[in-house]
């Protein structure tokens, strides 16, 4: 045939020519002999065809019109029947066919000659070959002409020779092809010429075929033909058919359908002919495959034999029915009902083995044409009251598989050991392969085993292509024997492509449909919803026909699956289905898919509460499929799986362990595959895929890590799981797909991620419920999984964030350790990933979600368990470290965080929330709202009143002061930013007509600043630890010191009255009722000190600071306090604490308390350290004077100029300014308070105890009296204009009563000096400086004044007499420390009392009287009241004492001072004789002069010559002082006492012996020198001439005679003695008063030598010269001594010894 191309080219066209005259040569040649007609026939042919050539110019056209003759000749030659002719001929006629130079006419006489040449069956194969060529080379022939040269086919078909049947056979399906072919290309030639409507068909009619073209109507016949044919008819037109079989019927049936589908579908005619003839014939012939029952046999009830099925022919029926079901449904629809209904009979288990493997292929064609199956859905499964086919399509497969694994009854069981794929049919069924035996199960080849049941898997076709191997076997008459596992095999194919198909085909409509959704919505965005809810009710209607049949396939197949790619098929295939029904939110089958999946993962039979409720009720679901039941299978697993792992069942009681095989980790990966990429789809449905994970993850041993991450945990952890090596290196791929499936949360929708966050929740609970109770490791899978989801969800936080924390505080608070420490390493971690997330817009500008963000970490504060709140703080301290720039408004919270500490925690959490707080406090005061600070002077203020760990409550004091550092520094910025909000929140309050609520309200937002953190030291202060209040207390005061410049004046009122008089009172409160009970220890092995080791001792040293504290603020701010309304008030509150204090029996505190008086009345500049010098030093009292008197006077403080707290005044427009120079502010009021206060202070302190001696009393300390006493100077100062006499008596009362308190003998010796030295103690200084200041007030001060003279006198004057007798302090028994000089002290048990060494200060005492008497002498008062007198009074008392004095040197003073003070009054007292105010001084002089002259007391024995000689001058002094001051002054003074002077002289001059001295003493013992002095005073005074009555005269002159007789008689007395004794010498004190008499006389005659004779009494001379005699008569005396006195006193005789002058001389001269 390649020639046609070419047949018209010229050259061609000469080679026909030249080939038709030689075929015609060689024709004549042939036929020469036997047949001459044809010879010549062909010889004129030869002259024919030469003429045309020369004739025409179209040659070929030519030989068409004269074909008939051209081809005459070789149709003559064939009817020879000579073979050889014949062949000739009939190429030569195909030569002609193949250049189409045959006409119409000429074709119909060539075939009539074919049809006679194959009757008589000659050239067989030439005949079929000449019909082809010229059927296929032109298209002349038609109608009868045409359907004979088919019949002639037909009827070669059906000769006995093979390779003819064979050859005619596909000839005929050619010539079939090309009936039809030429019809297609008829109407591809008409078409767009005339489209007339074809004409309505009437009935049956076969010759209704009039409207149809020529080739159309050919093939109408030929078709028509065909189907009579099939059903056995006889045919229309093929006429002279002889013989016919259905089989090649049927094929040529199906091949015009299958190829030719067109020409049914666009004429009507041949769909009439396919409704008509083709479907009643399929239908009839199937007849016997439906009837028949295998395993039957005709019984005598059924007369009637049936009609077996037979295999040729029900195959090709199938094939053809396939081909109406591919090409023409949509005419067929009823038919192909009927079809698919029978196809689906089919598979029934009693039919043959082979028609049920046909059948599946079958069904496996229409499986992989989703388009097809959608259409089966829309016309039958939608429409009411018609058959679901397209469900009972799926539901035969599903029942056909599980048929397969159920054997019939009848079949031979398993026992036999063979596995029977196929079951043993009744006729044809040979089981096959007893050879596979037992064995088969261990066979590696893929197959699948249920119960025992065994049955191979083959490769059956490509996916997606139904490659039919039955189907296809057209040569076999028997049907086949099916091999084992074929059937399943191709069911398994069908099951999956049709379920591949279907999603694909679903998914893909799906996917187009949002996309012209989306379109649609950019297009018009409002857009009114889609009017087409077809294709989704399709949809699902398909998967609601079909998915339970599917699944109880695909579950059972699973189960029974021992292949890897076959279980992954399995697995894609319900993923996939699981996956669309989501999409199209079908609930209930895909959770039916997800439970199947998930319970595959798990062990078998392994009791999941959440899958087992979920599959209750698919389990009692039975679908009846045409009368049989499918069962919904469950998992037998005695499958022969691979076990990869051995773990514990994660359930609340422990059951032993449970396996885990390869398969299982297979599902479980589809699981994850599944909730990874089409999690939007799962919905409620993340419930079982979760939890199904959980536990694979618990038997698999995974653990949580960092950021949820599940790694796989140590052997250790859990002792009963076994990993194969197998799955150890699948573990991190599972680990990783985990984290993958959560990260990939981020892309599900919203809706999506909240089912996905309410399943781990839910799981969460569960796995909690079981952790209760046991301390069993619980399951943190949710939990790791929560955290997650968590983090890589941070962009839309919001929306899981409430269900998320919610759910893992309730975990925090959970009793099992593991589960509650995990709750808080998530909810900590999303936290901080929260806060470092890149929000958009930024959490600096979202307050609400920052503050959502920081809520859970405040709610952690609620839990009790420790090792959650440390997780809680180690997250706020990575938080601050992190993100501590950029909090914000969240600072309340985080403090709020910090500050929840509580004593009942234990010290770590504190110290490590502590640590926190120094964060903050170092590095973040500046960056948070001004609003906060507040808070963290709370949260520190909480830190420093816990009591776990001392040293965190003094760090955090240390804070405190560093706070306020931070507010002194940046005062001007946080007062802007606090008057901000305080306008703010004022406003709000305005509007909900409230006030504002804030701690000391009307003070301005920046001093409540202050003041919160003053109030919370304040609080501090009081803390039951006594190092804690210290520091509070010394922080308090620093802070107020150094910073309360900057509060506003009317906030002082509150510092003043709210927090420090409250702290005061707390103080003094706790003070006076603490425990006096011993501490041992503190704690541990601290040692107590002894002033400290009660707590009475320890609030002490708290009063102390505090009340210091407060005083030093009194006293620096005074002036700024002043100007405050109720200072007056607030002055006396500090004095009533001051007093209080004072009075507290503790010497620490009593004595500080004067130290804060000292402070306030400003006598002691503050020192700002706290350790100040030693006490007493720091009392210095004069150059404190010195201090008061420069200083800037009262309340003058030294005013900060720093800018700041000027800027400040500025702001709220107050001048912090002095008062100008000069004007003070009259604070009279104040001092004089002050003094009340010392006064009672003073009174109540020095009163002595009124108890009896044995009472235990407490006694002031010395350090404190000195203090009380030296506040008086200065406070004088204040008071001195006001100063009455009684208040000096006030004064005295407290001053003689100070000094009359004892000391304790254990301190006596750190007070009293050494007892060698006679020195004041520092409290007698103090009392005479009192009294200087005094004095030297009254001496500068006003006349008034100076009537307080007398009263110091007299004070002076009663301490003077403590040198003879110390004062008496109540009845307490005291230890006088005598004379010091001699007896040094014993130290006495502690308890007794020591008085202190009045002496010296008695003396001191005296020195200051003299000395003030001195200046004071002629004062009015002074001389009114008597002073002098008292004085002497005074001083009479030692002087009387002498000797018995305590110490010596006190009458020595006494004297010395009454010299001196006698060398001032005596005048004053002459001039004031006439006044008479002296007149009671003289008498108690005299008694003064006696008492002293001529003591009592005797001198100590151990005094030595020289001392005697000593106090003898004294002696001497003071009658020098009568000779010179009283005598001479005689007429001034009154007589009585210059008498009593007189006799004092006289008894002095004639000293009688004393009897104590020894005999070598004697002459310096008997005071010879006193008693010359007094006789030479005597005799002065009796021949002074100055005499100025005759009464003193006579007085002397008695005197004198009384002196001369004494003189006399002891003389005599002497004689006597001396001449009685014989030669024994007398006593020594007679021999010393004879040399005493005999001195005098010595003394008298010297005196009269002196005196003028005028003033000599004659008396006087005749006693003197009567002494002579005597004397003379004691020249006697043996004893040396007494001789030489004798001679001293005989010698002045000689100046008398003259001769008498006369009168008149004696008066001359």
Same mark, same amino acid.
């Given at each position: ?141 038609? !109608? ?23 050859? *005619?056979?596909?000839? &005929? ?11 297609? #290309? ?32 050919? *093939? ?112 067929? &629809? ?356 979760? #939890? ?23 052997? &250790? ?12 290196? !699948? ?216 009591n776990q760990e001392l040293n965190i409550s003094l760090t955090s004091i240390g804070l405190l002061w560093n706070i306020s550092d931070y507010f002194f520094q940046r005062g001007e910025a946080i007062t802007e930013e606090l008057e901000k909000e305080e306008a703010v929140l004022l406003k709000q309050a305005q509007d909900k007509g409230e006030p504002l609520n804030r701690p000391f309200h009307p003070a301005p937002p920046f001093d409540c600043l202050w003041l919160c953190l003053y109030a919370k030291l304040g609080e501090l202060c009081v803390d039951p630890r006594p190092a804690v209040r210290k520091s509070a207390g010394q922080t308090m005061f620093s802070t107020i010191a150094a910073h309360g410049t900057l509060l506003q004046p009317p906030t002082w009122n509150i510092v003043v009255w709210k927090v420090l008089f409250h702290l005061l009172n707390c103080v003094r409160k706790s003070s006076t009722t603490a425990d006096k009970e011993k501490i041992e220890s503190g704690g541990g092995n601290i040692l107590i000190h002894h002033s400290r080791d009660t707590a009475e001792k320890q609030w002490a040293e708290t009063w102390v600071l505090t009340l210091a504290g407060v005083a030093r603020i009194f006293n620096t701010r005074r002036y700024l306090l002043q100007q405050l309304g109720d200072f007056f008030k607030a002055w006396e509150v500090l004095l009533d604490h001051i007093q209080s204090a004072a009075l507290s029996k503790n010497n620490e505190v009593s004595l500080a308390a004067l130290k ?277 009074k005074t001083v009479r008392i030692p002087l009387g004492l002498k000797y018995a004095c305590p110490a010596e040197s006190t009458w020595k003073l006494a004297v010395s001072s009454l010299l001196k003070v006698l060398s001032i009054g005596l005048p004053v007292a002459r001039q004031q004789a006439s006044s008479g105010k002296f007149d009671t001084m003289w008498p108690e002089l005299a008694n003064a002069f006696e008492d002293f002259l001529f003591t009592k007391s005797t001198p100590p024995d151990n005094l030595s010559i020289q001392e005697f000689q000593r106090n003898e001058a004294i002696d001497v002094e003071v009658v020098q002082l009568i000779s010179t001051e009283i005598l001479p002054f005689a007429n001034f003074i009154p007589k009585e006492f210059v008498g009593r002077i007189m006799s004092m002289l006289n008894r002095g001059s004639i000293h009688s012996q004393s009897s104590s001295f020894t005999e070598a003493e004697m002459d310096i013992r008997m005071r010879e020198e006193f008693s010359k002095v007094c006789f030479e005073t005597l005799l002065q005074f009796s021949f002074s001439n100055k005499v100025s009555t005759p009464q003193e005269g006579y007085i002397s002159r008695m005197a004198l005679s009384v002196l001369l007789q004494r003189a006399q008689d002891v003389l005599r007395r002497f004689v006597e003695d001396e001449r009685l004794s014989g030669r024994c010498p007398l006593p020594r004190q007679q021999v010393t008063e004879i040399i005493f008499v005999l001195k005098a006389i ?68």
């Open positions: 045939m390649s020639v046609k191309m070419s047949t018209s080219s010229p050259e061609a066209v000469k080679k026909l020519l030249e080939n038709m005259q030689a075929d015609l040569r060689s024709l004549s040649m042939e036929c020469k002999k036997k047949f001459p007609p044809v010879k010549e026939a062909a010889e004129s042919g030869i002259v024919k065809i030469k003429t045309i050539a020369a004739r025409n110019t179209d040659i070929l056209a030519a030989l068409k019109e004269n074909s008939s003759e051209v081809v005459q000749p070789f149709l003559m030659g064939c009817g020879t029947k000579e073979p050889k002719i014949t062949q000739l001929c009939l190429a030569a006629i195909q030569r002609l066919m193949s250049h189409e130079v045959v006409s119409e006419a000429a074709a119909g006489n060539i075939i009539n000659m074919l049809w006679q040449l194959m009757e008589n069956g000659l050239e067989e194969l030439k005949l079929l070959q000449t019909v082809l060529v010229l059927l296929t080379t032109n298209t002349i022939v038609h !109608d009868e002409v045409l359907s004979k040269a088919i019949v002639l086919c037909f009827r070669l078909h059906f000769t006995k020779d093979n390779i003819t049947n064979n050859t *005619a056979a596909a000839t &005929v399906r050619q010539v079939v092809t090309v009936v039809f072919e030429r019809m297609v #290309a008829e109407d591809d030639k008409f078409k767009g010429l005339m489209d007339e409507p074809p004409a309505v068909l009437g009935n049956s009619n076969r010759r209704s075929v009039s409207t149809l073209r020529p080739s159309a109507k050919d *093939a109408y016949m030929l078709f028509q033909d065909l189907c009579q044919l099939v059903n056995a008819d006889a045919p229309y037109w093929l006429v002279g058919m002889t013989e016919m079989t259905r089989t090649f019927g049927l094929e040529l049936l199906e091949s015009v359908l299958n190829d030719f589908p067109e020409v049914f579908l666009q004429h009507q005619e041949f769909s009439f002919l396919l409704k008509e003839r083709v479907c009643p014939l399929v239908i009839k012939l199937f007849s016997p495959n439906i009837k028949f029952r295998q395993g039957s046999c005709s019984s005598a009830a059924s007369p009637v034999p049936v009609e077996k099925p037979y295999f040729p022919i029900c195959m090709r029926l199938l094939r053809v029915v396939s081909v109406l079901i591919k090409h023409f449904y949509s005419l067929l &629809v009823t038919e192909c009902e009927i079809f698919l209904s029978l196809l689906v009979k089919f598979l029934d288990g009693e039919k043959p083995q082979w028609l049920r493997a046909v059948a599946v292929e079958s069904v496996h064609r229409l499986c992989v044409q989703p388009h097809l199956l959608r259409s089966f859905c829309q016309s039958y499964d939608m429409k009411q009251h018609s058959t679901k086919v397209f469900r009972d399509i799926v539901n035969a497969l599903g029942s056909f598989i599980q048929s397969l694994f159920i054997l019939p009854s009848t079949g031979n069981t398993s026992s036999t050991g063979t596995p029977p794929g196929v079951s043993a049919s009744g006729s044809q069924g040979s089981a096959q392969g007893p050879g596979a035996g037992a064995g088969a199960g261990l066979n590696t080849q893929a197959a699948f085993e249920y119960r025992g049941t065994w049955i191979p898997l083959m490769t059956v076709s490509v996916q997606g292509s139904a490659k039919a191997t039955y189907l296809e076997m057209l040569d076999k008459v028997e049907p086949p024997s099916i091999p084992e596992g074929y059937a399943m095999s191709v069911a398994f194919s069908a099951l999956l492509d049709l379920v591949r198909g279907i999603t694909m085909m679903i998914e893909r409509e799906l996917a187009q449909q949002e996309q012209e959704e989306a379109m649609r919505e950019e297009a018009e965005p409002v857009s009114s919803p889609p009017q087409e809810p077809m294709a989704h009710e399709v949809w699902e209607e398909m998967v609601n026909a079909c998915w339970c049949g599917l699944l109880a396939a695909l579950s059972l197949l699973l189960d029974a699956s021992t292949d890897e790619a076959a279980t992954e098929n399995i697995l894609k295939a319900e993923l996939c289905v699981a996956s669309l029904c989501g999409r199209l939110g079908l609930v209930t089958p895909r959770d039916a898919f997800i439970t199947a999946i998930c319970k595959a993962s798990l062990p078998p039979h392994y009791a999941l509460t959440i899958l087992s409720s979920n599959t209750t009720n698919l389990a009692n679901k039975v679908y009846s499929i045409q009368g049989q039941s499918v069962q919904m299978v469950s998992p037998s697993s005695e499958s022969h799986q691979q076990v990869v792992a051995v773990g514990q069942p994660l359930t609340a009681q422990p059951q032993g362990t449970v396996v885990l095989t390869a398969k299982n980790i297979q599902c479980m990966r589809t699981l994850l595959n599944l909730a990874h990429c089409h999690g939007v789809y799962l919905g409620t449905s993340w419930q079982l895929v979760l #939890a199904t994970l959980q536990h694979l993850v618990w038997i698999l041993g995974l653990k949580p890590a960092v950021g949820g991450v599940l790694k796989p945990g140590r052997a &250790v952890e859990g002792p009963s799981t076994v990993l194969t090596t197998a799955v150890m290196t !699948d573990l991190p791929v599972i680990s990783n797909i985990l984290s993958r499936l959560f990260e990939s949360s981020q892309y599900l929708d919203d809706v999506s991620l909240h089912h996905l966050i309410n399943a781990l929740c839910s799981l969460s609970m569960e796995a909690m419920e079981m952790a209760y109770g046991n301390n069993k490791e619980p399951s943190l899978f949710a939990v790791a999984k929560l955290l997650e989801t968590g983090l890589v969800n941070m962009d839309r936080i919001e929306i899981l964030w409430r269900p998320l924390t919610a759910h893992l505080l309730e975990v925090c608070q959970h009793p099992n350790t593991r589960m509650r420490e995990w709750g808080a390493e998530a909810i900590t971690s999303l936290i901080k990933a929260g806060l470092s997330y890149k929000h958009e817009p930024p959490l600096s500008q979202n307050q609400r979600l920052q503050l959502l963000l920081l809520n859970p970490l405040k709610e952690l504060s609620n839990v009790l368990h420790a090792d959650i709140r440390q997780k809680q703080l180690e997250c706020v301290l990575q938080i601050l470290q992190n993100q501590g720039d950029s909090l914000g408004p969240g600072w309340p919270l985080v403090l709020g965080v910090i500050g929840a500490i509580r004593n009942d925690q234990g010290e770590s959490l504190i110290r490590t929330a502590f640590q926190c707080l120094q964060l903050v406090v170092t590095d973040f005061l500046p960056t948070m709202p001004c609003m906060c600070l507040q808070i963290v002077v709370d949260v520190a203020g909480s830190f420093g009143l816990q804060s008086f000292q402070e306030i009345l400003q006598l002691v500049t503050p020192i700002k350290d706290t350790d100040k010098p030693d006490a007493l030093a720091a009392m210095d009292v004069p150059s404190v004077l010195m201090e008061s008197l420069q200083g800037s006077g009262p309340g003058r403080p030294l005013i900060r100029s720093d800018s700041l707290a000027e800027r400040l005044a500025q702001r709220y427009g107050v001048q912090p300014s002095l008062p100008p120079p000069g004007e003070e502010i009259d604070d009279s009021a104040l001092w004089w308070s002050a003094w009340n206060t010392w006064y009672r202070v003073g009174t109540e302190c020095t009163r002595p105890p009124s108890g009896g001696p044995d009472k235990l009393v407490f006694v002031p300390s010395q350090p404190f009296l000195t203090a009380l006493i030296q506040i008086f100077p200065a406070l004088y100062q204040h008071i001195a204009g006001g100063f009455s006499m009684e208040d000096l008596k006030k004064l005295g009362v407290i001053l003689y009563g100070a000094v009359s308190v004892p000391i304790s003998s254990d301190s006596s010796p750190f007070i009293l000096p050494s007892y060698t030295e006679a020195v004041l103690t520092s409290l007698q200084e103090a009392v005479l400086t009192a009294l200087d200041v005094l004095q030297k007030a009254i001496c500068v001060g006003p006349e008034n004044l100076q009537v307080m003279y007398p009263a110091i006198f007299e004070q002076l004057l009663l301490f003077v007499e403590f040198s003879c007798k110390p004062p008496q302090y109540g009845k307490m028994e005291t230890k006088h420390v005598a004379n010091a000089k001699y007896n040094q002290i014993q130290l006495f048990a502690p308890a007794e009392w020591v008085a202190l060494n009045y002496v010296p200060f008695a003396e001191r005492s005296l020195e200051v009287l003299v000395d003030l008497y001195h200046k004071t002498a002629c004062h009015k008062a002074v001389i009114t009241e008597k002073v002098l007198q008292n004085i002497i010595s003394t008298l005659m010297d005196s009269l030598k002196k005196t003028q004779p005028e003033n000599v009494d004659g008396n006087v001379w005749a006693q003197v010269i009567a002494l002579y005699p005597t004397l003379v008569e004691c020249i006697t005396c043996s004893s040396p001594e007494v001789s030489s006195a004798l001679r001293d006193a005989l010698g002045p005789f000689k100046d008398f010894m003259q001769p008498p002058v006369s009168k008149v001389q004696n008066g001359e001269s």
